[in-house]
T-cell receptor, first 116, second 113 residues
Framework: DAGVIQSPRHEVTEMGQEVTLRCKPI?????LFWYRQTMMRGLELLIY????????DSGMPEDRFSAKMPNASFSTLKIQPSEPRDSAVYFC??????????????FGEGSWLTVV | KQEVTQIPAALSVPEGENLVLNCSFTDSAIYNLQWFRQDPGKGLTSLLL?????REQTSGRLNASLDKSSGRSTLYIAASQPGDSATYLCAVRRENAGNMLTFGGGTRLMVKP
């Protein structure tokens, strides 16, 4: 398996523009997570899905952020409008049968976002 | 709210040294604890996962221990090598919190040849 695939790997955009980050989880995984990593706050969970349904979005910072998972093999995280403080690395991760305590989680290589 | 702390934040050691990374968490009601490695510009790779009922896990030169009651875990790296240079993060999965992981801030390790 190719692992969790994220795109774009790097994005530089101007403040106010819409940003869409994409993720393809590992085939067969039923949990998908979006994390954000910054120097100041470390890794934070933004939202996660189970079987394409959003379960917990309490980590989404504000209404400018939205996430969708239209099918088991694709998810998007959208920021509209973007602001400089959104600059971070956004990670997508997936896991299988998440409620089993021994299951691990697999991360993509991240989307490095810079908003200028 | 679960809080995870890692000490030290950064560590520099000469090659060959044995070292210990520390992780502490405030809520002992956890399913498991994982140690991850992150290389610059890369995602996270799971190194070891310790179930709440276990005391330790070993993989090669790595050994992770868990003391759930005291809210602590250590990652022991034997005979460190320059290739071990990376950031090491611990994460806990709480009971009754779905599949959410709470991460520590990480320890940035540099092993000098």
């Amino acid at each position: 398996d190719a692992g969790v695939i994220q795109s774009p790997r790097h994005e530089v955009t101007e403040m106010g523009q819409e940003v869409t980050l994409r993720c393809k989880p590992i085939s067969g995984h039923d949990y998908l997570f979006w994390y954000r990593q910054t120097m100041m706050r470390g890794l934070e969970l933004l939202i996660y899905f189970n079987n394409n349904v959003p379960i917990d979005d309490s980590g989404m910072p504000e209404d400018r952020f939205s996430a969708k998972m239209p099918n088991a093999s694709f998810s998007t995280l959208k920021i509209q409008p973007s602001e400089p403080r959104d600059s971070a690395v956004y990670f997508c991760a997936s896991s299988f049968a998440g409620y089993l305590p021994g299951n691990t989680i697999y991360f993509g290589e991240g989307s490095w976002l810079t908003v200028v | 709210k679960q809080e995870v702390t890692q000490i030290p934040a950064a560590l520099s050691v000469p090659e060959g040294e044995n070292l210990v990374l520390n992780c502490s968490f405030t809520d002992s009601a956890i399913y498991n604890l994982q140690w991850f490695r992150q290389d610059p510009g890369k995602g996270l790779t799971s190194l070891l996962l310790i179930q709440s009922s276990q005391r330790e896990q070993t993989s090669g030169r790595l050994n992770a221990s868990l003391d759930k009651s005291s809210g602590r875990s250590t990652l022991y790296i034997a005979a460190s090598q320059p290739g071990d240079s990376a950031t090491y993060l611990c994460a806990v999965r709480r009971e009754n919190a779905g599949n959410m992981l709470t991460f520590g801030g990480g320890t940035r390790l540099m092993v000098k040849p």
